[in-house]
Nanobody, 115 residues
Framework: QVQLVESGGGLVQPGGSLTLSCAAP????????MGWYRQAPGKQRELVAD???????NYADSVKGRFTISRDNTKNTVYLQMGSLKPEDTAVYYC?????????WGQGTQVTVSS
């Protein structure tokens, strides 16, 4: 079973910053669009941001200008830098890989924005 291993979640105050990391197996990472999704209680899972193998990025309107997705191809790792966090950013964040139409998911990491 493919494992996407996430880290970096936690509790942060409004206006604060947090960086999530996700490591993937090389045979997945190297050919996949990597992304981050989130799911808040009672809501559907939604795309936060993704990045192609060539580095092209895509963001949800709600996070544009505040979040940055990047990938390190030497470490097979994708990052999500989150800034100016708001309480509405509270959710479980999931790492995602799309390899040739197949979806792979991480186990999720909780991000809570609260004072």
């Amino acid at each position: 079973q493919v494992q996407l291993v996430e880290s970096g979640g936690g509790l942060v105050q409004p206006g604060g910053s947090l960086t999530l990391s996700c490591a993937a197996p090389r045979n997945i990472f190297g050919v996949s669009v990597m992304g981050w999704y989130r799911q808040a209680p009672g809501k559907q899972r939604e795309l936060v941001a993704d990045i192609s193998t060539g580095g092209r990025t895509n963001y949800a309107d709600s996070v544009k200008g505040r979040f940055t997705i990047s990938r390190d191809n030497t470490k097979n790792t994708v990052y999500l830098q989150m800034g100016s966090l708001k309480p509405e950013d509270t959710a479980v964040y999931y790492c995602h890989a799309n390899k040739w139409g197949y979806d792979y998911w991480g186990q999720g990491t909780q991000v809570t924005v609260s004072s």
